[in-house]
C-alpha cells in the first residue's frame, strides 16, 4: 500500500492535513491550496486541534515535494452557491487538474466536496475510508471464508498460515454464508492454529458474563491466556463489563489478590468540570466518571466501596502513577485507555512486576476526551506488542447496550 501512495500525485483538502495518519511524504507530489493554509494558521489558535495544525504546517514546511496553489478559484462554466472555503479548494484543485496534471487526485473526507468533485469528473478519494487505512488499524484477528469441506479439511490437516496472522492472532473462519464455523488463534511456537476455548465467567461479586458473539469469545480467550489484553470498541461493546467479569472470579477463586484500576479522570470534552470534590482521593474518583462506571457495572456503589475498603479493588488516577509497583499476584486494569497518550501508557506499563495480569480497554477510535493527545497509548501499545507471545488485542463490533446507543454512533 505504501508503494503504491509513494507513485501518487495527491491535491489535499485540509480536514487530511490535519489527519495524524497523513503522511506527506508518502506521496510523489502534494498539492495544496492557499485557502488550506489560511485554515490551518486559524486553527493554530483552536485549543482542541492547535497541536494538529502545527504539526501540519511544520511538515509542510520542510517537505520538498509540496506546490502551494495560489491561484484557479473560479471553474469555468460552473457556479457554486457561495464561495466558502471547501468551494474555493475544490475550484483549484479541479485547475490544478485540468492545466497542469492529469495524474493528479483530490484526496478528502469531506463527503460533500467528494461529491462535488465526482460530478466535475475530477479524480477523488476519500482519504480515510477509501484509502485502506482504516483496515491498518490492528483488530487482533482475521476472517476468512472457507466454502467448502474440502477447504476446510484441508485447513485442519496442513495448519497452514497462509493469511499471515502474527504471533497471537485470532482467525475467524465462515462458510459462504458467513455463518462462524471455528474460532483459532495462531501460534509461532508450535507454527500451528490452537481452538479458542473459554468458559463463562462467574463470581459472588459480579453477574455471571456467557459471551454473545464470535468477538467476545475471542476476548474471553485472550484474557484467560495472555499477560496482556487489549480490547476497544464503540460504547456499548461490553469492554469493561468482559474485562470486570474475569476479574472478579479471578478474585473469588483467589489467582488475584486485588485489581490496580488505573484511570485519567479527564472530562468529557467540549464540556465544563463541577468544580472542587470534597473527600479523600478515593472518595473524589468515585464522585468522577469511573465511580459511574464502576457502580453500574456491579449495580450497587455499597459493594463498589466494599471492595476497596476490603483490599480487592484500588482506584489510581494516572497522575499519581510514577512510584508505585504492582504485584506478580494482583492485576493491572486501564479503563478508558483512549485517554492516555503514550508516555502515560508506557509509566503505566513499567509499574507491573513479572506475572501480573495486565488489561487495557478503552475507545481509541471514537471517545477520545483528551485535548491534543499527540501519540494514543492505546495505539502504541498495539503498535510495539502485536505478535509478541505477551499479547492479544481484539476489537469488539458488536453494541449491546441498547438499539438506540448503537444508532446513536451515527450522530
Same mark, same amino acid.
Given at each position: 500500500?505504501?508503494?503504491?501512495?509513494?507513485?501518487?500525485?495527491?491535491?489535499?483538502?485540509?480536514?487530511?492535513?490535519?489527519?495524524?495518519?497523513?503522511?506527506?511524504?508518502?506521496?510523489?507530489?502534494?498539492?495544496?491550496?492557499?485557502?488550506?493554509?489560511?485554515?490551518?494558521?486559524?486553527?493554530?489558535?483552536?485549543?482542541?486541534?492547535?497541536?494538529?495544525?502545527?504539526?501540519?504546517?511544520?511538515?509542510?514546511?520542510?517537505?520538498?515535494?509540496?506546490?502551494?496553489?495560489?491561484?484557479?478559484?473560479?471553474?469555468?462554466?460552473?457556479?457554486?452557491?457561495?464561495?466558502?472555503?471547501?468551494?474555493?479548494?475544490?475550484?483549484?484543485?479541479?485547475?490544478?487538474?485540468?492545466?497542469?496534471?492529469?495524474?493528479?487526485?483530490?484526496?478528502?473526507?469531506?463527503?460533500?466536496?467528494?461529491?462535488?468533485?465526482?460530478?466535475?469528473?475530477?479524480?477523488?478519494?476519500?482519504?480515510?475510508?477509501?484509502?485502506?487505512?482504516?483496515?491498518?488499524?490492528?483488530?487482533?484477528?482475521?476472517?476468512?471464508?472457507?466454502?467448502?469441506?474440502?477447504?476446510?479439511?484441508?485447513?485442519?490437516?496442513?495448519?497452514?498460515?497462509?493469511?499471515?496472522?502474527?504471533?497471537?492472532?485470532?482467525?475467524?473462519?465462515?462458510?459462504?454464508?458467513?455463518?462462524?464455523?471455528?474460532?483459532?488463534?495462531?501460534?509461532?511456537?508450535?507454527?500451528?492454529?490452537?481452538?479458542?476455548?473459554?468458559?463463562?465467567?462467574?463470581?459472588?461479586?459480579?453477574?455471571?458474563?456467557?459471551?454473545?458473539?464470535?468477538?467476545?469469545?475471542?476476548?474471553?480467550?485472550?484474557?484467560?491466556?495472555?499477560?496482556?489484553?487489549?480490547?476497544?470498541?464503540?460504547?456499548?461493546?461490553?469492554?469493561?463489563?468482559?474485562?470486570?467479569?474475569?476479574?472478579?472470579?479471578?478474585?473469588?477463586?483467589?489467582?488475584?489478590?486485588?485489581?490496580?484500576?488505573?484511570?485519567?479522570?479527564?472530562?468529557?470534552?467540549?464540556?465544563?468540570?463541577?468544580?472542587?470534590?470534597?473527600?479523600?482521593?478515593?472518595?473524589?474518583?468515585?464522585?468522577?466518571?469511573?465511580? !459511574?462506571?464502576?457502580?453500574?457495572?456491579?449495580?450497587?456503589?455499597?459493594?463498589?466501596?466494599?471492595?476497596?475498603?476490603?483490599?480487592?479493588?484500588?482506584?489510581?488516577?494516572?497522575?499519581?502513577?510514577? !512510584?508505585?509497583?504492582?504485584?506478580?499476584?494482583?492485576?493491572?486494569?486501564?479503563?478508558?485507555?483512549?485517554?492516555?497518550?503514550?508516555?502515560?501508557? *508506557?509509566?503505566?506499563?513499567?509499574?507491573?512486576?513479572?506475572?501480573?495480569?495486565?488489561?487495557?480497554?478503552?475507545?481509541?477510535?471514537?471517545?477520545?476526551?483528551?485535548?491534543?493527545?499527540?501519540?494514543?497509548?492505546?495505539?502504541?501499545?498495539?503498535?510495539?506488542?502485536?505478535?509478541?507471545?505477551?499479547?492479544?488485542?481484539?476489537?469488539?463490533?458488536?453494541?449491546? *447496550?441498547?438499539?438506540?446507543?448503537?444508532?446513536?454512533?451515527?450522530?
Amino acid at each position: 500500500m505504501q508503494e503504491e501512495r509513494k507513485t501518487l500525485k495527491v491535491f489535499c483538502d485540509t480536514n487530511v492535513l490535519l489527519n495524524q495518519k497523513f503522511n506527506i511524504h508518502d506521496y510523489q507530489k502534494v498539492y495544496i491550496s492557499i485557502v488550506s493554509i489560511e485554515e490551518l494558521d486559524k486553527l493554530k489558535r483552536d485549543e482542541r486541534i492547535s497541536y494538529q495544525a502545527r504539526t501540519a504546517i511544520k511538515n509542510i514546511k520542510s517537505a520538498n515535494n509540496v506546490e502551494i496553489i495560489m491561484n484557479g478559484a473560479n471553474i469555468c462554466g460552473v457556479m457554486f452557491s457561495n464561495q466558502s472555503n471547501d468551494n474555493m479548494i475544490l475550484s483549484m484543485a479541479y485547475t490544478t487538474y485540468e492545466n497542469n496534471d492529469k495524474e493528479m487526485i483530490f484526496v478528502s473526507d469531506d463527503y460533500n466536496l467528494i461529491v462535488k468533485a465526482q460530478a466535475l469528473g475530477l479524480p477523488c478519494k476519500m482519504f480515510e475510508f477509501e484509502d485502506g487505512k482504516s483496515d491498518e488499524i490492528y483488530t487482533g484477528y482475521k476472517e476468512v471464508c472457507i466454502s467448502s469441506d474440502e477447504e476446510l479439511a484441508k485447513h485442519y490437516e496442513t495448519s497452514e498460515n497462509k493469511w499471515g496472522l502474527l504471533n497471537n492472532e485470532y482467525l475467524i473462519i465462515r462458510d459462504k454464508d458467513g455463518n462462524v464455523v471455528d474460532k483459532q488463534k495462531w501460534n509461532d511456537k508450535s507454527f500451528t492454529f490452537i481452538p479458542v476455548k473459554y468458559k463463562p465467567f462467574k463470581s459472588i461479586y459480579f453477574p455471571d458474563f456467557k459471551p454473545r458473539d464470535e468477538y467476545q469469545i475471542l476476548a474471553m480467550e485472550s484474557l484467560i491466556n495472555n499477560d496482556l489484553t487489549l480490547l476497544f470498541g464503540k460504547a456499548g461493546v461490553a469492554k469493561t463489563m468482559i474485562s470486570l467479569s474475569w476479574i472478579m472470579q479471578n478474585i473469588h477463586t483467589g489467582k488475584i489478590g486485588k485489581c490496580v484500576i488505573i484511570f485519567n479522570p479527564a472530562k468529557l470534552r467540549n464540556n465544563e468540570q463541577l468544580g472542587f470534590y470534597s473527600g479523600s482521593r478515593t472518595e473524589k474518583l468515585l464522585q468522577n466518571s469511573i465511580g !459511574g462506571i464502576l457502580s453500574s457495572k456491579f449495580g450497587d456503589m455499597n459493594l463498589v466501596e466494599s471492595l476497596i475498603n476490603n483490599g480487592k479493588l484500588m482506584i489510581i488516577p494516572t497522575s499519581d502513577i510514577r !512510584g508505585i509497583e504492582i504485584s506478580e499476584n494482583d492485576c493491572l486494569f486501564v479503563t478508558e485507555g483512549q485517554n492516555t497518550d503514550a508516555y502515560t501508557m *508506557r509509566t503505566i506499563i513499567q509499574r507491573a512486576k513479572e506475572g501480573c495480569k495486565i488489561i487495557i480497554e478503552g475507545d481509541m477510535l471514537e471517545q477520545q476526551d483528551l485535548r491534543n493527545c499527540r501519540d494514543n497509548g492505546m495505539q502504541r501499545i498495539i503498535d510495539v506488542f502485536k505478535g509478541t507471545e505477551y499479547f492479544s488485542c481484539v476489537k469488539l463490533k458488536n453494541v449491546y *447496550r441498547s438499539p438506540i446507543a448503537d444508532i446513536a454512533q451515527n450522530i
